[in-house]
T-cell receptor, first 113, second 114 residues
Framework: AQSVTQLGSHVSVSEGALVLLRCNYSSSVPPYLFWYVQYPNQGLQLLLKYTTGATLVKGINGFEAEFKKSETSFHLTKPSAHMSDAAEYFCAVKWGGQGNLIFGKGTKLSVKP | GAGVSQTPSNKVTEKGKYVELRCDPISGHTALYWYRQSLGQGPEFLIYFQGTGAADDSGLPNDRFFAVRPEGSVSTLKIQRTERGDSAVYLC????????????FGPGTRLTVT
């Protein structure tokens, strides 16, 4: 079955440090890829997406992600963490012909002052 | 503009009771999705509508779960004979049309079965 793996259920960084959240998917068939962020008691908000074209995609709040087909990965990065980035981040994948998204289990990001 | 809304925001019910959860998608969105998010997990797909019809209901866990979208807009997720294991946050999402890739999520309904 197709699956999405997020390495690390909790990641803690210092304010100003690099943020790296990892996402790998199971199929060699290129999917459409998404990162969503969920703040406490709020719904999921789309950060960025990859469908076709440039493999480095930029999203909101200074986040970006790179699609690496050979590694079946779509890791999320931000050069400098801000306290307001503390939230849970979900990687999601959609394969062509399939309506729904398949989500990873999420990574909770903590930012220390 | 208005986003996806879900009512109620919280629902507490007793084991064995029937519940209905409502989703109002973004106006004009033809595709509507239901997901369930248990504690510490990512959202899991339940059912997807394209217009009024269920295009894929393969994620519904059993026949106690049913969803409708009679006029192609508002959708209701119905759970019969609720069990404690049904406790979760139920998320609704919509997108402008099938194949338009991003889905816009509502705030969810937190269902607690006691």
């Amino acid at each position: 079955a197709q699956s999405v793996t997020q390495l690390g259920s909790h990641v803690s960084v210092s304010e100003g440090a690099l943020v790296l959240l990892r996402c790998n998917y199971s199929s060699s068939v290129p999917p459409y890829l998404f990162w969503y962020v969920q703040y406490p008691n709020q719904g999921l908000q789309l950060l960025l997406k990859y469908t076709t074209g440039a493999t480095l995609v930029k999203g909101i709040n200074g986040f970006e992600a790179e699609f690496k087909k050979s590694e079946t990965s779509f890791h999320l990065t931000k050069p400098s963490a801000h306290m307001s980035d503390a939230a849970e981040y979900f990687c999601a994948v959609k394969w062509g012909g399939q309506g729904n998204l398949i989500f990873g289990k999420g990574t909770k990001l903590s930012v220390k002052p | 503009g208005a986003g996806v809304s879900q009512t109620p925001s919280n629902k507490v019910t007793e084991k064995g009771k029937y519940v209905e959860l409502r989703c109002d998608p973004i106006s004009g969105h033809t595709a509507l999705y239901w997901y369930r998010q248990s504690l510490g997990q990512g959202p899991e797909f339940l059912i997807y509508f394209q217009g009024t019809g269920a295009a894929d209901d393969s994620g519904l866990p059993n026949d106690r779960f049913f969803a409708v979208r009679p006029e192609g807009s508002v959708s209701t997720l119905k759970i019969q004979r609720t069990e404690r294991g049904d406790s979760a946050v139920y998320l609704c999402a919509s997108s402008p049309q099938e194949g338009t890739y991003e889905q816009y999520f509502g705030p969810g309904t937190r269902l607690t079965v006691t």
